[in-house]
């Protein structure tokens, strides 16, 4: 499982970056013909609103993957560990029951509802740009499902101690 979750994590690295790179260039480039050419590309707005939905949330899912997603600690930094433990594991059930019932069913829902849709500039199916909302869900169901798996193994070795 961690050569998968690692394989994944990578994966992620490489695309969310190139998205990064290919956004920045893209906004490069509409900045040059809108203010010095005068002339400004018109697909240009669009493909940077569809990527930044793109970059958000499968960069939200790379860091459920790594636990660095914001966490209240006011609660959990003051208890001891098996009890910190069980805290962890009750807000990975919460990351697992949104990418679940939230992501992945709602953006099923919205994919298939908008599949016929076409964006103006890009002459895109919209149903693909909505299709980040269950691939990323199934990434959060993923990771949390590692993670609470980590945890339960992290809880086994502190009470073997």
């Known amino acids: 499982m961690k050569l998968l979750k690692k394989a994944v994590d990578r994966f992620l690295e490489l695309v969310v970056s190139l998205l990064f790179l290919v956004m920045v260039g893209v906004t490069t480039w509409q900045v040059i013909t809108r203010y010095i050419l005068h002339n400004p590309s018109s697909i240009t707005e669009e493909f ?14 790379y860091v459920v993957g790594k636990n660095g997603h914001i ?4 609660l959990s930094s003051r208890l001891v560990e098996n009890k910190r433990i069980i805290v962890d594991i009750l807000i990975q059930i919460s990351f697992l029951a949104f990418g679940s019932i939230v ?10 509802m908008t599949v016929d849709q076409i964006s103006p500039a890009l002459h895109l199916s919209m149903g693909l740009i909505y299709l980040s909302l269950p691939i ?19 809880k086994k070795i502190t009470s073997e101690s």
């Open 48 to 61: 940077v609103k569809f990527s930044l939905i793109w970059l958000s949330l499968l960069s939200a899912a």
């Open 103 to 112: 992501m992945m069913y709602g953006g099923i829902k919205t994919v298939l």
């Open 136 to 154: 990323s869900g199934g990434l959060f169901i993923f990771y949390s499902i590692l993670n609470i798996l980590d945890l339960i193994e992290s």
């Open 71 to 74: 966490s209240i600690t006011l």
